[in-house]
């Protein structure tokens, strides 16, 4: 497929971004910071602190673990690849070597709806699927960082079986702070737009703004959900790293 916009990259060589060492604890996935300590990842601080874990145990109750896992592993299994394969197109790289079944095709369609429809408003990617690190504090990897219709944003994308509604995402939205704030720290930008842009298995695409006056309160519900997260598993005790 062409491209279908013109886009600026300067992921190769505007910030110096850092090449993150997971670690698999017991209370989930951490990096090591510049000081060799392990730091919880964004991710496993909201999964931490989450007040929906309670649905989902449910939810798996109801279905079954085969059942679960099966739909877990499917929902993975097609993320992953779009994002792959988002990463390609903007990377100006081939993208489309999907196979034409199953979940490869539902993957192709989906990144092809991606390409048409999402991602047209990116302006500038200064990043793609880079790492970000506060010392003592937490990591994570992002998926695009860049201008989207020219704001400095943090840009993620989502795959769904359908569109959610923006009152049940909110965890992505402090997903996205998380890492705008960890990029403003580290490289002193000013990144105050998160830029969710989701396609679900019916091909129908939705975006998430977040401005500046939401993001600074999603700053303070993050803030605080990595102090309930701290207060919870007791920083001040070693982690057990797994091997």
């Known amino acids: ?40 990842s964004v991710t496993t601080v909201l999964s931490g602190t989450s007040q929906s874990k309670a649905g989902i145990d449910q939810w798996r109750q109801r279905v079954g673990d085969k059942e679960a896992d099966r739909v877990i592993k499917q929902s993975t299994d097609i993320g992953t690849a779009v994002h792959e394969a988002i990463e390609k197109y903007l990377n100006q790289e081939e993208w489309d ?34 790492g970000l690190i506060l010392d003592d504090l937490y990591a994570g990897t992002a998926d695009c960082i860049g201008t989207y219709n020219g704001v400095p944003s943090l840009i993620d994308f989502k ?7 923006r009152d049940w995402i909110e965890d992505y939205f402090l997903q996205g702070s998380a890492y705008a704030n960890a990029h403003n720290v580290m490289f002193g930008t ?9 396609v679900d ?21 993050w803030k605080r959900r990595l102090i309930d997260f701290d207060k919870k598993y007791n920083k001040n005790q070693s982690i057990k790293i797994l091997t």
């Not at 795959?159 to 509604?165: E, L």
């Open 97 to 130: 070597d999907f196979t034409d079944h199953g979940d490869q095709l539902m993957a192709k369609r989906m990144t092809g709806k991606f390409i048409t429809d999402g991602l047209n408003g990116i302006t500038e990617v200064w990043g793609l699927e880079v």
């Open 190 to 198: 000013d990144i105050q737009q998160i830029v969710i842009l989701m």
């Open 159 to 165: 795959t769904a079986k359908k569109i959610k509604r």
């Open 1 to 40: 497929m062409a491209v279908l916009f013109e886009i600026i990259f300067m992921n190769n060589n505007k910030y110096n971004y850092p090449i993150l060492e997971r670690v698999d604890t017991e209370i989930g996935r951490h990096y090591l910071d510049s000081n060799n300590k392990a730091v919880p």
């Open 201 to 221: 298995r019916d091909l129908i695409f939705q975006e998430f703004l977040v401005k500046p006056a939401e993001f600074n309160v999603l700053t303070g519900k």
